[in-house]
């Protein structure tokens, strides 16, 4: 019988601290009750075939097909947590119960990424800069994710650190039903990238990163702008688009440094003055603070043995990446010979 997780509370326990984050919503209380405004409400039945009705009704019927076709996934079972998936594969049942699936089999497939996965084990890539959340949504309702690269260098410490800090950031940014309804929206900042960060991760990172954000993680990414992209994206880019299903790839738009053209997907003012807005200077700290101030949550959720032990994942949730042949190595050495000649 699968082990079924109480349902979590993740509030800061200090309450100063609750108070200094008061800007990021809070998730679902534990013992679930809808937290959505009536035109969220709206918006989830149009878009995602969410009856609130029906809510609880379908949340059970998911729980039970886990129980009955996979009675040894350790999985939280609460409420809150399921609705993640029913609502990123849009109330489908058996395509949610797959996603859930694809999360827990991700981890198994890269424990470079999820073992002791906490934040206070990036923290050098959140003072580096790497990431953040920028504190105003845009007009959709969609908190924007901003990455720089730039800002790593291969020198600096493993690739795969970055990831770590990119899907404590998802995790995090999932728990709030605004966001299960209104996705996010990515903004990468192309800044000083060269030919050793482009050429860095490899196309098996880079196809394991791509597996997880479309297949393997409950969080709809509503758009990708790309800013400030060096001649040499476009060889980046090669590496990426293989992977991307077709509906991802058309949310990818490069703006170069045209801000104008930037201001047409993201309005100025929502974002900070380095990228033409009214939103004040960028604040890299905000984000990371809330992050390490939520550090019990993560030991609670990632930091626990044997998450998958006597699960029997169908072959579909293995990630390709992890027996890919010498075709994809082959693609890749003729992807670096377009950096090195784009550079």
Known sequence: MAEQHEPLS????DPAAAAAHSWFPTPPPPIYCCTLTPELEAKAREELQEKPEWRLRDVQALRDMILKEQPNLHTRLDDAFLLRFLRARKFDYDRALQLLLNYHAGRRAW???FQDLKPSTVKHVLDLGFLTVLPRPDPNGRYILCLRPGKWKPNDYPFVDNVRAIYL???KLIQPEETQVNGIVILADYTGVGMSQASNPGPFLAKKVVSILQDGFPIRIKAVNIINEPRIFKGIFAIIKPFLKEKMAE???LHG??????HRNLPASVLPEEYGGTAGRLDMGAW???LLDCEEEFIVEFCQPHPLEGAMLPDSVLYEGEQAGGSVEDTFRSLRSQLYYCY
């Open 257 to 262: 440094s045209d801000l104008r053209s930037l």
């Open 10 to 13: 993740f509030s800061p326990a």
């Open 169 to 171: 950031t998802l995790e």
């Open 111 to 113: 424990p470079e990424v």
């Open 251 to 253: 949310r990818y738009v």
């Open 288 to 290: 990371s603070r809330l």
